[in-house]
């Protein structure tokens, strides 16, 4: 019989590494008879409380009890007509996946058998950033106008004035907003309170958007199916297992891994095409109601597999978040207001409960490299904080580089970034944009230099201003694009200064140069 082999612990420190001879000591004065005062240099006393005191952090508004684990999608089907998402695309390909499976109104420390929705978090660590699916376990949802996303949440918790939850209060919300009655009949069915969490089903509700390289695009439902078949309990057998195992979902996905019996989910899509939409019986960006199987079968594109619990719950599952505007390419919004709303209210939430550089947290950095420096600094803030790259757009101190597919649907450089999509104005369909500056930009700032004219030094005061702080930039080809911009307002003002500023250049001679009053 082989024994397993415990590493060596660590020696003991202090949070920054000071060594110590024990840990339960503190340093006092004592009495002499039998009690003593605690002094202000007992650092390993005060840091362990003060710290015990913020080991919490704020727990989620929704979905606050989960079970979680790590594992592996892999494609199985040809999609390649629907989308280049490269995780989706190629037979074999696998992706590292994190995935939370969490009631949704409930606390932190609530039982897991309630009748309740669950969601299905899911971040996919592909070789072109995290993408993130936030499902549920049931096909449809309770509304479909965001501005009631809040309401319907504060309905089906407790309530206000007691503390306690409240049927009054959830019937009130739900008789009185009746598209809900589909996601009702849901939650009230057998599939309302899962056996556990291997055995839900999870259904994005939202419509996505699939694309290609070559401008063709389609519109998707996604389907997870567990292979360990959809299982539920009554709510008397709910309620006993409440009381008597309240973690009964955590702990059974946990023994399921730990025992080698990986639970899977089989990856599927329901498609329709841009030309097809008129012809279907529902509103397609409807969350309340989903697309008829029979018009609109699925298709299989992979299974997932979970296979690897956390090591340390609070690092990997706990500040794990879960964004739907994580989106890699091949895959878009869609004109779904729910998704849209929840693009913003997903990664906001995320920066309230872990702070604004939460993608910096190992259970959620990406495995592609990331270089973002127009974001930076902030509060905990551990990473290099890319050195002294240019913080700001435009720069050519030091281009940034830009990855954008070729109709090839392969990814090449591409200097300037992504090509906005030129549209009829109008159209009503989104475009990536950024505005093109043109001769317009110019006409009032060359009007605003012959008003200058009419008063007596303005022109002059304005030149010798504009020269003053100029005359700083060390680099030529800066100085030489800035006199160009200003002949372009007008050619007396570009020329004049551009001789004030070299001019006072050569006669530095090594001395430091005026500063302007705000530096």
Request: proline share 6%; aromatic share 10%.
């Amino acid at each position: 019989m082989g024994t397993d082999t415990i590493p060596e612990t660590p020696y003991y420190t202090l949070a920054e590494g000071q060594p110590l001879p024990r840990n339960d000591t503190s340093n006092q004065i004592r009495t002499g008879s039998g009690g003593g005062f605690v002094l202000l240099t007992s650092t390993q006393l005060i840091e362990n409380l003060a710290h015990f005191a913020r080991e919490r952090i704020p727990e989620r508004s929704v979905h606050a009890k989960a079970a979680g684990a790590r594992g592996y999608f892999e494609v199985t089907e040809d999609i390649s007509d629907l989308t280049d998402a490269d995780f989706l695309t190629g037979i074999g390909k696998k992706t590292d996946v994190l995935v939370r499976i969490s009631t949704v109104a409930p606390e932190r420390g609530a039982a897991d058998t309630v009748r309740d929705f669950r969601g299905f978090a899911m971040k996919f660590k592909t070789n072109q950033g995290n993408q993130d699916f936030v499902f549920n376990n049931q096909p449809v949802f309770f509304v479909r106008d965001p501005t009631k996303f809040p309401s319907l949440n504060r309905s089906h918790k407790k309530d206000p004035k007691t503390n306690v939850p409240s049927s009054d209060m959830f019937w009130d919300f739900h008789v009185n907003n009746q598209e809900s009655v589909h996601a009702l009949m849901f939650l009230f069915g057998d599939r309302g309170l899962p056996s556990s969490v291997r055995h839900v089903n999870a259904y994005s509700g939202n419509t996505y958007k699939f694309t290609k390289s070559d401008g063709s695009y389609c519109y998707v439902r996604i389907h997870f199916l567990t292979n360990q078949g959809v299982h539920h309990y009554t709510d008397a057998e709910g309620a006993e297992l409440a009381g008597a195992e309240p973690d009964r979902h955590l702990e059974d996905l946990q023994t399921a891994i730990r025992s080698g019996d990986f639970p899977s989910w089989d990856m599927y899509v329901q498609v329709i095409r841009p030309e097809d939409i008129a012809y279907a019986p529902v509103d397609i960006f409807d969350m309340t109601k989903t697309w008829p199987l029979s018009k609109y079968p699925r298709r299989k594109i992979g299974r997932m597999v979970l296979d690897k619990n956390p090591s340390n719950w609070f690092a990997e599952i706990e500040q794990a978040a879960f964004t739907p505007s994580n989106m890699v390419p091949g895959i878009e919004p869609s004109p779904d207001p729910m998704l849209q709303a929840r693009m913003f209210s997903y990664p906001d939430a995320a920066r309230y409960r872990l702070g604004v550089n939460y993608q910096f947290l190992p259970t959620n950095a990406p495995k592609s490299e990331v270089y973002c420096p127009i974001e930076r600094d902030g509060f905990m803030n551990f990473t290099p904080n890319y050195d002294g790259d240019p913080n700001y757009v435009g720069t050519r101190l030091k281009p940034v580089r830009f990855i954008k597919a070729g109709k090839d649907g392969h990814y090449h450089d591409g200097a300037g970034g992504t090509t906005p999509r030129k549209l009829d104005e109008g159209s009503g369909m989104p475009v990536v944009f950024s505005s093109e500056v043109t001769d317009k930009d110019f006409e009032q700032a060359t009007a605003l230099w012959h008003v200058m004219g009419k008063q007596e030094g303005a022109q002059e005061r304005l030149v010798s201003n504009l020269s003053t702080h100029l005359r700083a930039a060390q680099t030529k080809w800066i100085r030489d694009e800035a006199y160009a911009m200003f002949r372009h307002v007008h050619k007396k003002l570009g020329e004049t200064l551009e001789a004030a500023t070299e001019a006072a250049i050569k006669a530095k001679h090594g001395h430091d140069v005026h500063k302007m009053a705000w530096h």
